[in-house]
């Protein structure tokens, strides 16, 4: 079966744009999850979407945002985007809690 | 606040030798932990998970040992390979939620 897709792989913003970052999960999956990586800090939760509704969200300002779909797709976005902003972001789907997350390969954001 | 801790950035092993990597946590509330493994440029693929009410569990070369007095968690794997070269995170779980908590990660390098 297909793994989970991030779309665009990478991207170039400048500082003060906005950005929008596309996950599509496992089929049957519903929860799905993203998150921050930054040389030095790990994975860093973002949030989590189950059924359309946000359940979890990490220590971010509220530029970063997202939504999940009635097909489970979600999205991400970040607004007046700061230069360390810049990171892989990492989408992750699940099909029950404390499950094996299976992540994409994630979007490679570079801010100038 | 970083909750789950990998206190070494980086590990090197001669091939065919025992891999340990540690992880410590701090909130005696997770009742799940993983191991992921990640090669640049791709998502964390998942290797082994333990419950928090056993204190091993194994998978092939993989072995994972869970000290819940302690707090502490430890991967081995043996023997090591050099495609085993890669970061390797440790994630906490809390039960019944899809919210992964990781650690920032030690890079194994297996010389050959």
């Known amino acids: 079966k297909a793994g989970v897709t991030q779309t665009p792989r990478y991207l170039i913003k400048t500082r003060g744009q906005q950005v929008t970052l596309s996950c599509s999960p496992i089929?049957?999956?519903?929860?799905v999850s993203w998150y921050q990586q930054t040389p030095g800090q790990g994975l860093q939760f973002l949030f989590e979407y189950f059924s359309e509704t946000q359940r979890n969200k990490g220590n971010f300002p509220g530029r970063f945002s997202g939504r999940q779909f009635s097909n489970s797709r979600s999205e991400m976005n970040v607004s007046t985007l700061e230069l360390g902003d810049s990171a892989l972001y990492l989408c992750?789907?699940?099909?029950?809690?404390?499950?094996?997350?299976?992540f994409g390969q994630g979007t490679r954001l570079t801010v100038v | 606040d970083q909750q789950v801790k990998q206190n070494s950035p980086s590990l090197s092993v001669q091939e065919g030798r025992i891999s340990i990597l540690n992880c410590d946590y701090t909130?005696?509330?997770?009742?799940?932990f993983l191991w992921y493994k990640k090669y640049p440029a791709e998502g964390p693929t998942f290797l082994i998970s333990?419950?928090?009410?056993?204190d091993k569990n194994e998978d092939g070369r993989f072995t994972v040992f869970l000290n819940k007095s302690a707090k502490h968690l430890s991967l081995h794997i043996v023997p090591s390979q050099p495609g085993d070269s890669a970061v390797y995170f440790c994630a906490a779980i809390f039960s019944g939620t899809y919210k992964y908590i990781f650690g920032t990660g030690t890079r194994l390098k297996v010389l050959a």
């Open positions: 992750a789907s699940s099909l029950v809690p404390a499950d094996e997350a299976f």
């Open positions: 909130n005696s509330m997770f009742d799940y």
């Open positions: 333990i419950s928090s009410i056993k």
């Open positions: 089929s049957g999956h519903r929860s």
